[in-house]
């Protein structure tokens, strides 16, 4: 493809050179090694390194291009940038279309591969025709892991984090934890796939288990994995709360890649035989059998044949998880002749328009056509609730990550995650059931050798792009911009929420919403919609306030908008038991200040509307994040701490990233 180098690049050389000169390393040493900018790679201690692709999405896109405009350079800096448009894909007003016109002029203007609508779901799309191994890929969504599939380094991080680097500056981050993950036995019985293995660690591990670790898989199960199935479960690994996850580089990698027609972008990444790991897991591939998440947290996992009987509304297959060409062509194979339960509607998704095209080639469309599927445009679509809502109380089956209440666009659905094929069979029945238990036949067609290779709805960037206008339509309101963090908060509890509280909490997605992500204004009203309707009405009214909240805080995804429109409605503070990665940055990212008790009880003696008092704010950032939180109502005294970096401490007393870069460019 025209643009992107073929040509060796640095980056290559001085990974080949650090896997000479440095023995016993694992895969994601090897990497960061070769793109370090400074630090040293131990664990927890903090890192930045060089970033060589980022990728955005339309629904954090907008932002992320606002904030790169308002840093004032002419050029994106990174190897590569591409913006996609697979989100805000229901164009029922001028919103989206008109966010899809800014993010198409923004992207030639500077310097960015344009993704059309229609082009496919990011993750899938860039590992197509994008992903290379040994690199390192920042996308502005949580599941840009995807990438880990290829053997790349993938980290998801709000849209501020993307302009940044999209700026030329490097990623920090503390050296995470790396989780070698022994995969033994294959995966080679009918009806458990790849999406099993995911689930299993999900239940093994929960969705907060992953927090500060990377995930890297190994063992003599990694070769009976193919490179779509690798991608399932570094997608899915984003519900570990995982930082990341990755495969190594071997032949089946070259396989996928020669068949997408980039063999050249192929070279092989291994660990050293005596590489050290901070823990090991193993998963045994010839145990596993079909399991499934039960409403309304990918965690909640049980074996599928536990909740056999189970009477099915509504069946989806796709999303960035399972929309591969292998995976259409097993659904095509098992609908085929066949048609889906009455009492039921199924979707599917193809994940992008390579896949569309291809299965419109094979006859799988068509069979699926005939079994009375509803096809969708290769988009995010029911997964982030953008159609397809189920009916009232309804059983949905996706073969998607998340389960969050809500999220599919119906409060009171039953929302269960399983594998493609198991959701399939399910289709045909009615009824959930493990086909594998029935003896039913199902035999996976062999992995593609040649893909349908079409970049026609990837639209490069101009050489010179002078006369590129950068459109904006009305949806698209300037950023608002927090005040330098004060020296003393006081401010009531506006809310007080439980445990694993979800961005999809925060601030809501589906179809009514999500066309508002260029407007801060409008979508603050909707902050904590779903769970507290007047949030928004009473936050506005307290001027300041504060939130308290339990473990894992803010897990899901990298929306920055959950914490920009928190700050917008005046919240100064959240203090939680702990916090999910990617919000707790964003949270620094718009000088909202995130502190965790010292000690977990204290969360009880906190009610909803006391009044918290935190003196010193600022000193204390500065000098080791210890906090002393007062109780106004009772007196009490809570130890809370944040440990920031040097970089998040500037940011913090600047009232945000941008503030702070605004302030060193003066
Ligand atoms: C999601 O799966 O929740 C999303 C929608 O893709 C988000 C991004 C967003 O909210 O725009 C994510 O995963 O980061
Ligand atoms: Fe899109 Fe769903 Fe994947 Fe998020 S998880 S990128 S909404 S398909």
Redesign the pocket.
Same mark, same amino acid.
């Given at each position: 493809m025209d643009g992107f180098s073929k040509a060796v690049p640095p980056w290559r050389d001085r990974l080949l050179k650090s896997e000479e000169n440095i023995l016993g390393k694992n895969i994601v040493q090897k990497i960061f090694g070769s793109h370090l900018d400074s630090g040293k790679l131990e664990t927890d201690q903090p890192i930045s390194v060089n970033i060589d692709q980022v990728l955005t999405?339309d629904a954090t896109g907008t932002m992320a291009f606002l904030q790169f405009e308002a840093m004032g350079l002419p050029k994106i800096k990174t190897e590569l940038a591409v913006s996609y448009i %697979? =989100?805000n894909m229901l164009q029922t007003s001028f919103r989206n279309p008109d966010d899809h016109k800014y993010l198409q002029t923004a992207a030639a203007k500077y310097g960015a591969y344009y993704s059309r609508p229609g082009n496919g779901? !990011? =993750?899938q799309v860039h590992l197509e025709r994008f992903g290379v191994p040994g690199k390192i890929l920042l996308g502005s %969504?949580s =599941?840009t892991p995807t990438g880990g599939g290829l053997g790349m380094i993938s980290i998801g991080v709000g849209g501020i984090d993307i302009a940044t680097t999209m700026a030329g500056n490097p990623f920090e981050l503390n050296m995470p934890k790396v989780v070698k993950v022994n995969l033994t036995g294959e995966l080679n019985r009918p009806w458990v796939a790849s999406m099993d293995i995911i689930l299993e660690m999900l239940r093994r591990l929960t969705v907060k288990g992953g927090v500060g670790k990377i995930f890297e898989y190994s063992g003599p199960g990694v070769a009976s994995l193919t490179l779509p199935e690798r991608a399932t479960i570094t997608n899915m690994g984003a519900e570990l709360g995982a930082t990341t996850s990755l495969f190594p580089s071997d032949d089946r990698t070259k396989y996928f890649l020669e068949a997408q027609g980039r063999g050249d972008d192929w070279h092989e990444l291994k660990a050293d035989p005596d590489a050290e790991y901070d823990e090991e897991m193993e998963i045994n591939l010839d145990e596993l059998r079909p399991l499934i998440a039960k409403p309304s947290s990918p965690d909640n996992v049980v074996p599928v044949k536990e909740i056999e009987g189970l009477k099915v509304d509504q069946v989806c297959v796709g999303? !960035?998880?399972n929309s591969s060409y292998q995976v259409m062509s097993g659904i095509g194979e098992l609908l085929k002749d066949k048609v889906i339960a009455p009492n039921l509607s199924m979707t599917v998704t193809p994940g992008t328009k390579q896949v569309y095209e291809m299965m419109a080639d094979n006859g799988d469309l068509a069979s699926m056509i005939k079994a009375g599927v509803r096809i969708l445009e290769s988009a $995010?679509g029911p $997964?982030?609730g953008m159609g397809q809502a189920p009916p009232s109380g309804g059983v949905s089956i996706r073969s998607?990550?998340?389960n969050f209440k809500g999220r599919s666009g119906t409060m009171d659905a039953q929302v269960y995650l399983c594998n493609p094929f198991v959701a399939t069979a399910i289709a045909l029945e009615g009824k959930v059931f493990d086909p594998a238990d029935t003896g039913m036949k199902f035999e996976e067609r062999p992995e593609s050798k040649q893909f349908i290779v079409n970049d026609n709805f990837l639209i490069p960037p101009p050489e010179d792009s002078s006369d590129v206008e950068v459109l904006r339509g009305p949806n698209i309101k300037p950023i608002p911009i927090n005040e330098p963090l004060n020296d003393t908060i006081e401010a009531p509890v506006v809310l007080k929420t439980e445990d694993n509280i979800s961005t999809d909490d925060i601030l809501p997605a589906g179809s009514e919403i999500l066309p508002l992500r260029s407007n801060i204004p409008a979508i603050s009203e909707f902050v904590y919609h779903r769970l507290d309707e007047t949030f928004a009405k009473r936050a506005k009214e307290l001027g300041k306030s504060v939130i308290i909240g339990g473990n894992n805080y803010g897990q899901g995804?990298s929306r920055e908008h959950a914490a920009m429109a928190p700050m917008y409605l005046g919240v100064k503070a959240v203090i939680v038991k702990n916090f999910a990665r990617i919000h707790r940055a964003n949270l620094i990212n718009f000088g909202v200040l995130p502190l965790e008790f010292d000690y977990t009880d204290d969360y009880d003696k906190i009610n909803q509307d006391d009044t918290l008092k935190i003196s010193g704010v600022r000193s204390a950032v500065d000098n080791g994040g210890r906090f002393i939180l007062e109780n106004e109502r009772t007196n009490e005294k809570y130890p809370v701490h944040g440990d920031f970096s040097e970089r998040q401490k500037k940011v913090l007393l600047a009232g945000g990233l941008l503030p702070y870069i605004k302030s060193q460019s003066k």
């Amino acid at each position: 493809m025209d643009g992107f180098s073929k040509a060796v690049p640095p980056w290559r050389d001085r990974l080949l050179k650090s896997e000479e000169n440095i023995l016993g390393k694992n895969i994601v040493q090897k990497i960061f090694g070769s793109h370090l900018d400074s630090g040293k790679l131990e664990t927890d201690q903090p890192i930045s390194v060089n970033i060589d692709q980022v990728l955005t999405q339309d629904a954090t896109g907008t932002m992320a291009f606002l904030q790169f405009e308002a840093m004032g350079l002419p050029k994106i800096k990174t190897e590569l940038a591409v913006s996609y448009i %697979d =989100h805000n894909m229901l164009q029922t007003s001028f919103r989206n279309p008109d966010d899809h016109k800014y993010l198409q002029t923004a992207a030639a203007k500077y310097g960015a591969y344009y993704s059309r609508p229609g082009n496919g779901i !990011c =993750h899938q799309v860039h590992l197509e025709r994008f992903g290379v191994p040994g690199k390192i890929l920042l996308g502005s %969504d949580s =599941h840009t892991p995807t990438g880990g599939g290829l053997g790349m380094i993938s980290i998801g991080v709000g849209g501020i984090d993307i302009a940044t680097t999209m700026a030329g500056n490097p990623f920090e981050l503390n050296m995470p934890k790396v989780v070698k993950v022994n995969l033994t036995g294959e995966l080679n019985r009918p009806w458990v796939a790849s999406m099993d293995i995911i689930l299993e660690m999900l239940r093994r591990l929960t969705v907060k288990g992953g927090v500060g670790k990377i995930f890297e898989y190994s063992g003599p199960g990694v070769a009976s994995l193919t490179l779509p199935e690798r991608a399932t479960i570094t997608n899915m690994g984003a519900e570990l709360g995982a930082t990341t996850s990755l495969f190594p580089s071997d032949d089946r990698t070259k396989y996928f890649l020669e068949a997408q027609g980039r063999g050249d972008d192929w070279h092989e990444l291994k660990a050293d035989p005596d590489a050290e790991y901070d823990e090991e897991m193993e998963i045994n591939l010839d145990e596993l059998r079909p399991l499934i998440a039960k409403p309304s947290s990918p965690d909640n996992v049980v074996p599928v044949k536990e909740i056999e009987g189970l009477k099915v509304d509504q069946v989806c297959v796709g999303s !960035c998880t399972n929309s591969s060409y292998q995976v259409m062509s097993g659904i095509g194979e098992l609908l085929k002749d066949k048609v889906i339960a009455p009492n039921l509607s199924m979707t599917v998704t193809p994940g992008t328009k390579q896949v569309y095209e291809m299965m419109a080639d094979n006859g799988d469309l068509a069979s699926m056509i005939k079994a009375g599927v509803r096809i969708l445009e290769s988009a $995010c679509g029911p $997964c982030i609730g953008m159609g397809q809502a189920p009916p009232s109380g309804g059983v949905s089956i996706r073969s998607f990550n998340r389960n969050f209440k809500g999220r599919s666009g119906t409060m009171d659905a039953q929302v269960y995650l399983c594998n493609p094929f198991v959701a399939t069979a399910i289709a045909l029945e009615g009824k959930v059931f493990d086909p594998a238990d029935t003896g039913m036949k199902f035999e996976e067609r062999p992995e593609s050798k040649q893909f349908i290779v079409n970049d026609n709805f990837l639209i490069p960037p101009p050489e010179d792009s002078s006369d590129v206008e950068v459109l904006r339509g009305p949806n698209i309101k300037p950023i608002p911009i927090n005040e330098p963090l004060n020296d003393t908060i006081e401010a009531p509890v506006v809310l007080k929420t439980e445990d694993n509280i979800s961005t999809d909490d925060i601030l809501p997605a589906g179809s009514e919403i999500l066309p508002l992500r260029s407007n801060i204004p409008a979508i603050s009203e909707f902050v904590y919609h779903r769970l507290d309707e007047t949030f928004a009405k009473r936050a506005k009214e307290l001027g300041k306030s504060v939130i308290i909240g339990g473990n894992n805080y803010g897990q899901g995804s990298s929306r920055e908008h959950a914490a920009m429109a928190p700050m917008y409605l005046g919240v100064k503070a959240v203090i939680v038991k702990n916090f999910a990665r990617i919000h707790r940055a964003n949270l620094i990212n718009f000088g909202v200040l995130p502190l965790e008790f010292d000690y977990t009880d204290d969360y009880d003696k906190i009610n909803q509307d006391d009044t918290l008092k935190i003196s010193g704010v600022r000193s204390a950032v500065d000098n080791g994040g210890r906090f002393i939180l007062e109780n106004e109502r009772t007196n009490e005294k809570y130890p809370v701490h944040g440990d920031f970096s040097e970089r998040q401490k500037k940011v913090l007393l600047a009232g945000g990233l941008l503030p702070y870069i605004k302030s060193q460019s003066k």
